[in-house]
């Protein structure tokens, strides 16, 4: 077994997970999940984790492995990724990282900032005033105590305005100060990037198609089961979980939840191949319709990058 990585990225519904399983059992490979909500064990149906019969046919590390309650970051993903490559080689396997989070896929490849972990006390604290005083209020008290990094931030960025907040308040240092620093390095073995293209119009079909699958298999059991928890939480906002929350509350009619969270799932799969083409143009890219087609187009890919790593 050589020492490469190959790595399969996508936006939603592109079909990343077949082709990823269609390698491994090709190559005799594992399969280790770079997608954000995968991680988290209490919505493997609407997070498209893989089923008992796909996990038969391949192993698959890092789907369901954390409680909602316990956010994931890129940090904590890629230290647990690189465990899994280093697992893998050792048991003669070939890693194969498929997911759609494209901060996780490069924090792997290009390595991190030394961002220190942040408490769950000082982050459930942050949450609790957002919710108190609203989104406005925590960015000009960000602005007055950290004004170059609120100015690199847009108006109304929740998730990266608690970030910043959370690291000034756990370390006392700006955000900036410790992105500036020397962090986790990326990859030291050789690896292969493959980015799944679709045409838009296929690609809002599949995800519209897999939506209503997904209704069919019970999401709206996962979701109920969720609804304490707290919706700041990172797995809270998976596509489909907001919507479908709101109409478990009572405050709309399912007809119309489905339709929002389409759309919603759309929109995040038009940005997903934006941010792809803006951030991954060396990878190489595959256009086709379906999972079998990328397949047969992927494999000569692949081979050629094992093939010259044995040489």
Not at 281 to 291: F, G, H
């Amino acid at each position: 077994m050589t020492k490469g990585v190959i790595l399969i990225a996508g936006p939603t519904a592109s079909g990343k997970s077949a082709v990823a399983l269609a390698l491994a059992e090709a190559l005799g490979g594992s399969v280790i999940n770079a997608d954000s909500m995968q991680v988290y064990r209490e919505l493997p149906v609407l997070t498209a984790q893989p089923t008992a019969v796909e996990r038969e046919r391949a192993p698959h590390h890092l789907y369901g492995i954390l409680p909602v309650s316990d956010p994931c970051s890129a940090g904590r993903w890629q230290a647990l990724a690189r465990a899994e490559i280093e697992a893998a080689h050792e048991a003669g396997r070939q890693p194969i990282v498929v997911g759609g989070t494209g901060l996780y896929l490069t924090a792997l490849t290009e390595g991190l900032a030394a961002v220190p972990a942040v408490s769950a006390e000082v982050r459930d604290g942050l949450r609790a005033r957002l919710r108190r005083d609203g989104l406005a209020a925590l960015q000009a008290e960000l602005s007055r105590r950290d004004p170059e990094m609120a100015a690199r931030l847009p108006a109304g960025d929740r998730q990266r305005i608690l970030r910043a907040l959370e690291v000034l308040e756990a370390t006392g240092e700006s955000l900036l100060a410790w992105q500036r620093r020397d962090g986790l390095p990326g990859l030291a073995q050789p690896w292969c990037g493959v980015v799944l293209d679709l045409p838009r119009e296929t690609l809002y079909r599949r995800c519209d198609a897999r939506f209503d699958a997904m209704l069919e298999a019970g999401i709206l059991a996962e979701v109920e089961a969720t609804m304490a928890a707290d919706p700041e939480l990172p797995a809270m906002k998976a596509l489909g979980v907001p919507e479908l929350r709101r109409y478990l509350r009572g405050e709309s009619d399912r007809a119309s939840a489905a339709a929002a969270a389409k759309g919603a799932t759309r929109r995040y799969a038009k940005r997903q191949q934006t941010w792809l083409k803006s951030k991954m143009m060396s990878w190489n890219w595959v256009e086709s319709q379906d999972s079998e087609s990328f397949f047969q187009r992927i494999i000569p890919i692949v081979s050629q990058f094992l093939l010259t790593l044995s040489e």
